[in-house]
């Protein structure tokens, strides 16, 4: 069980290198004082632009593809590889933590991003399939309603469903899948409450079927 716990809490500190606060501090920004507050790659975008956000969506979806693709198999000096260890639960347990390390970093006093960028990472290294699914339902909600936080929730419920058409009798994946959603609509309360308040913010230029008032 060594290498269970070792490689899941080094997958949430590799998770806790956010990839908004290190190129913010090569420019000498914090982009949690600013927007909505968030450390991940939407914010990164709405108050940096383009460059900005495009690197930082490269490091977070890098690190969860990291988490997945290399951790699970890596042997370390003194750790090994357990056989009594299955390989698919500790792939999903590293997903799931770094995960959970971009979101509470501890690097950051536990003040991360949504996990969206990292889900992307750890989705496309798991069952590149399931990318397809997530990504156009999320554009699709975007375009419908322009809420960026909705479509994320919405996209992860989505990813759930599509793990039970793309890999049927697979329950771990379904069930990592399961989590994850329940997890990411947790992380994206605060867009709930903005939401049924009215004063959500809404990406314009995706919104396609905007009323033409708005």
């Not at 991003?113 to 889900?119: E, F, L, Y």
């Not at 992860?156 to 793990?163: D, K, Q, T, Y």
């Not at 992380?187 to 004063?199: E, K, P, V, Y």
Request: charged residues 10%; positive net charge.
């Amino acid at each position: 069980m060594l290498e269970l716990g070792f490689k899941t809490l080094l997958a949430y500190l590799i998770g806790a290198l956010l990839g908004s606060l290190i190129v913010g501090s090569l420019r000498g920004v914090d982009i949690r004082s600013m927007g909505s507050g968030n450390a991940g790659a939407t914010n990164a975008l709405r108050t940096q632009g383009k460059i900005f956000g495009l690197l930082v969506f490269i490091i977070d979806i890098g690190k969860g593809v990291l988490a997945i693709a290399w951790l699970p198999q890596a042997a370390f000096p003194g750790i090994g590889l357990d056989s009594a260890v299955s390989r698919e639960w500790l792939t999903l347990a590293c997903g799931l933590a770094v995960i959970v390390g971009h979101v509470y970093p501890v690097w950051f006093v536990f003040r991360g991003g949504k996990g969206a960028a990292t889900v992307i990472g750890v989705v496309a290294a798991l069952d590149f399939r399931l990318v397809l699914p997530l990504l156009a339902s999320w554009l699709v909600v975007v375009m419908v309603t322009g809420y960026v936080g909705l479509a994320t929730m919405l996209a992860v419920i989505a990813l759930a469903l599509a793990a039970l058409v793309f890999a049927p009798g697979n329950w771990p994946l379904f069930g990592f899948c399961a989590v994850l959603a329940a997890f990411i609509v947790y992380t994206h309360r605060s867009n709930i409450a903005r939401m049924r308040a009215g004063n959500e913010h809404r990406v314009r230029r995706l919104w396609l079927f905007r009323p033409r008032e708005a």
